[in-house]
């Protein structure tokens, strides 16, 4: 069956880190690109991050220079480690896999809450 | 505020159709960058709907259809039905962020 399982959310304190993962199963990550989206409770989605099959990576503003994406291809996951956390990145974190049409996101994970709070 | 403009809510009763707006500008719709759109259920992961402006995922009834033009884009969904009313997001590139974006969504009620 081809989907995503991500994982890794938790509770953890403003300045904290914290590291989520994304399992694939039917494809192979390093195959397409993938990426993180987050929406925070009440607001829309927001794209955080993309790491593409060539190895490049990408960050929305907001998360630049805090988190980073990474990919094991021999686990077929894709992680997001997530550093200096703030409230404002409290939110459910959904993984999404780059859609061979170009430009969108065709499978998603279920999500994983990340709440950061004191 | 979200880069895509979409209306907050919209809501129709079961049997009828709404349409959903989204509007850009000419860093990203009207740049020419396609627009996808998404329909996120209460309790379930976002879906792709609509994908490149107006094609539908194997799966997607035809009763939802999207076009494209210029820096706006529309979502129409005819034959409402109860299990139709959630959250609707349209989603494009921009280049001047040089990241995807979304439209901060439209929550659809069937009354």
């Known amino acids: 069956e081809v989907q995503l399982v991500d994982s890794g959310g938790g509770l953890v304190q403003p300045g904290g880190s914290l590291r989520l993962s994304c399992a694939a199963s039917?494809?192979?990550?390093?195959?397409?690109?993938m990426n993180w989206v987050r929406q925070a409770p009440g607001k829309g989605l927001e794209w955080v991050s993309v790491m593409y099959s060539a190895g490049t990576t990408s960050y929305a503003d907001a998360v630049k220079g805090r988190f980073t994406i990474s990919r094991d291809n021999s686990k077929n996951t894709v992680d997001l480690h997530m550093n200096s956390l703030r409230a404002g990145d409290t939110a459910v974190y959904y993984c999404?896999?780059?859609?061979?049409?170009?430009?969108?996101?065709?499978?998603w994970g279920r999500g994983t809450q990340v709440t950061v709070s004191s | 505020q979200s880069v895509l403009t979409q209306p907050p809510s919209v809501s129709g009763a079961p049997g009828q159709s709404v349409t959903l707006s989204c509007t850009g500008s000419?860093?990203?719709?009207?740049?020419?960058?396609?627009v996808h759109w998404y329909q996120h259920l209460p309790g379930t992961p976002p879906k792709l709907l609509i994908y490149l402006n107006n094609n539908r995922p194997s799966g997607v009834p035809d009763r939802f259809s999207a076009s494209k033009s210029g820096a706006s884009a529309s979502l129409a969904i005819t034959g409402l039905q109860p299990e139709d009313e959630g959250d609707y997001y349209c989603?494009?590139?921009?280049?001047?962020?040089?990241?995807?974006?979304f439209g901060g969504g439209t929550k659809l009620t069937v009354l």
């Open positions: 999404a896999r780059g859609g061979t049409h170009g430009g969108n996101f065709d499978l």
């Open positions: 039917g494809f192979i990550v390093s195959g397409t690109y």
């Open positions: 000419s860093s990203n719709l009207g740049a020419g960058f396609d």
């Open positions: 989603q494009s590139y921009d280049s001047s962020l040089s990241n995807w974006v």
